[in-house]
């Protein structure tokens, strides 16, 4: 299993982000993926979870009416879109199969998109 997120950067508060995800070596159709973040001193936190179909989504209170997670299941990819971003939000972001919600959580994960938000 390999994912490989992507789009992190340094952004101005209420400015906007967009995060890719490129999956291999899974089926990818077959299971609900999302996003998890990680600040620094902090535990996980699951951002977003789509379900294989893209028919159901579900957000962190943190995030809900801002984040907008979607997936290209031709393409392998997942995405996030992040509007109206604030300093909160300032973490690691990793796309994982399946879906993290916190430390405890297991799954797979590459290497992270780093996000920063300056005030």
């Known amino acids: 299993v390999q994912l490989q997120a992507s789009g992190g950067g340094l952004v101005q508060a209420g400015g906007s982000l967009r995060l890719s995800c490129a999956a291999s070596?899974?089926?990818?159709?077959?299971?609900?993926i999302g996003w998890f973040r990680q600040a620094p001193g902090k535990e996980r936190e699951g951002v977003a979870c789509i379900s294989t179909s893209s028919g159901n989504a579900n957000y962190a209170a943190s995030v809900k009416g801002r984040f907008t997670v979607s997936r290209d299941n031709a393409k392998n990819m997942l995405y996030l879109q992040m509007n109206s971003l604030k300093p909160e939000d300032t973490a690691v972001y990793y796309c994982?199969?399946?879906?993290?919600?916190?430390?405890?959580?297991?799954?797979?994960w590459g290497q992270g998109t780093l996000v920063t938000v300056s005030s």
């Open positions: 994982s199969v399946p879906c993290v919600r916190d430390d405890e959580d297991t799954g797979f």
């Open positions: 070596g899974f089926t990818f159709d077959d299971y609900a």
